[in-house]
T-cell receptor, first 116, second 112 residues
Framework: SAVISQKPSRDICQRGTSLTIQCQVD?????MFWYRQQPGQSLTLIAT?????????ESGFVIDKFPISRPNLTFSTLTVSNMSPEDSSIYLC?????????????FGEGSRLTVL | GESVGLHLPTLSVQEGDNSIINCAYS??????FIWYKQESGKGPQFIID?????DKRQGQRVTVLLNKTVKHLSLQIAATQPGDSAVYFC???????????FGPGTRLSVLP
């Protein structure tokens, strides 16, 4: 299994500002992902963080709003840009292990953002 | 597109009873399924998984059943305890697919 650490765990942000969330995995993993979980709802995939290249975004999410970096196999960042109250959510980093097409998905504890 | 859903959004059970949480999926190409437990303020925690070449898998106090004919997945929790109170999500993935699709979740409340 993999242990995933995220920071900040929570933050209160002002409208129009940007916040970067960091994700550190304790072992090398093939795949890293960022999910959004709006209050009382399920998880929605934002993008797959690709090492050394641009992230792969899901429909409805764009790089200008959610720039993602993954400089190595164990670290990734998600920036939520120009925030509005609608961006208030839990943002979850996840990773999958060594076998690219199998294996469970592990999650961090999430970063709870409140935008005023 | 593929979708995963649940029959019951909330479930209340008496402590000590068995719980059954259901999940329907629509993508017949899905071949790997996971149940997650999410407690308040925490990230989803892996409970148990099952591949499409199986129809049943057991863990400690939990059993997952897979019916590919009707595209239905269930999680059974034996002797439900207060610590089982959480939101439970099913997730599915296609063979060689990269992404998991999550169901809407079921909130399990254990009554004393």
């Amino acid at each position: 299994s993999a242990v995933i650490s995220q920071k900040p765990s929570r933050d209160i942000c002002q409208r129009g500002t940007s916040l970067t969330i960091q994700c550190q995995v304790d072992s090398q993993v093939t795949m890293m992902f960022w999910y959004r979980q709006q209050p009382g709802q399920s998880l929605t995939l934002i993008a797959t963080a690709n090492q050394g290249s641009e992230a792969t975004y899901e429909s409805g999410f764009v790089i200008d709003k959610f720039p993602i970096s993954r400089p190595n196999l164990t670290f990734s960042t998600l920036t939520v840009s120009n925030m509005s109250p609608e961006d208030s959510s839990i943002y979850l980093c996840s990773a999958r292990g060594l076998a690219e097409n199998t294996g469970e998905l592990f999650f961090g504890e999430g970063s709870r953002l409140t935008v005023l | 597109g593929e979708s995963v859903g649940l029959h019951l959004p909330t479930l209340s059970v008496q402590e000590g009873d068995n719980s059954i949480i259901n999940c329907a999926y629509s993508n017949s190409a899905s071949d790997y399924f996971i149940w997650y437990k999410q407690e308040s303020g925490k990230g989803p925690q892996f409970i148990i998984d099952i591949r499409s070449n199986m129809d049943k898998r057991q863990g400690q106090r939990v059993t997952v059943l897979l019916n590919k004919t009707v595209k239905h997945l269930s999680l059974q929790i034996a002797a439900t305890q207060p610590g089982d109170s959480a939101v439970y999500f099913c997730a599915e993935k296609e063979n060689y697919g990269q992404n998991f699709v999550f169901g809407p979740g079921t909130r399990l409340s254990v009554l004393p």
